[in-house]
């Protein structure tokens, strides 16, 4: 199932997205930013719905997908 939840509002990346680094290889915040291009704008505070920065949630993405594989 297709998780099209955007994670990153600056550089309108998914969920989905982050997933596919993972599967691909990705291990680290940087790693996701290198493949994504997510939280390398610094806008997210200013773009997203919480007023928030995204990296927190990626890091639990990836904590969250580490522990499931």
Avoid: F, H, W
Avoid at 25 to 49: H, V
């Amino acid at each position: 199932m297709k998780n099209e939840e955007i994670v990153c509002y600056c550089s309108n990346v998914t969920k989905d997205q982050i997933l596919d680094a993972l599967d691909n290889g990705a291990k680290t915040l940087n790693d996701i930013r290198r493949m994504t291009g997510a939280c390398t704008l610094g806008k997210c505070k200013e773009l997203s719905p919480i007023g928030k920065c995204c990296s927190p949630e990626i890091v639990d993405i990836i904590e969250q997908y580490q522990k499931g594989n």
